[in-house]
Nanobody, 123 residues
Framework: QLQVVESGGGLVQPGGSLRLSCVAS????????IGWFRQAPGKEREGVSC????????RYADSVKGRFTISRDNAKNTVYLQMNSLKLEDTAVYYC????????????????WGQGTQVTVSS
């Protein structure tokens, strides 16, 4: 059973930072690309960042580029999303998901989803 679990969300003030973790089980992470997505109330799920199986390719949505950094430690079966300079509009439930072969920021191309972790940015 392929499974990913997110953690690290919480409440932060604007300008603050959080680091999200995505831990995989039931499969070997080093053969999967991992994506981070978010969904705010009343909005569609959107791609935030993704990383290739070896970490050589990283992609970011324009809205987070320069503020967020994705990385992975395949030995720990973990992918991280470091989020800095957080804004009110970053408030959402954040999900990680896995797919084989290729990176993508399209949530429709992912089948293996975590349950999400809430990130709230509030003054």
């Amino acid at each position: 059973q392929l499974q990913v679990v997110e953690s690290g969300g919480g409440l932060v003030q604007p300008g603050g930072s959080l680091r999200l973790s995505c831990v995989a089980s039931g499969f070997t992470l080093d053969r999967y690309a991992i994506g981070w997505f978010r969904q705010a109330p009343g909005k569609e799920r959107e791609g935030v960042s993704c990383i290739s199986s070896r970490g050589g390719i990283k992609r970011y949505a324009d809205s987070v580029k320069g503020r967020f950094t994705i990385s992975r430690d395949n030995a720990k079966n973990t992918v991280y999303l470091q989020m800095n300079s957080l804004k009110l509009e970053d408030t959402a439930v954040y999900y990680c998901a896995a797919r084989s072969r290729h990176t993508s920021l399209n949530p429709k191309e992912y089948n293996n989803w975590g349950q999400g972790t809430q990130v709230t940015v509030s003054s």
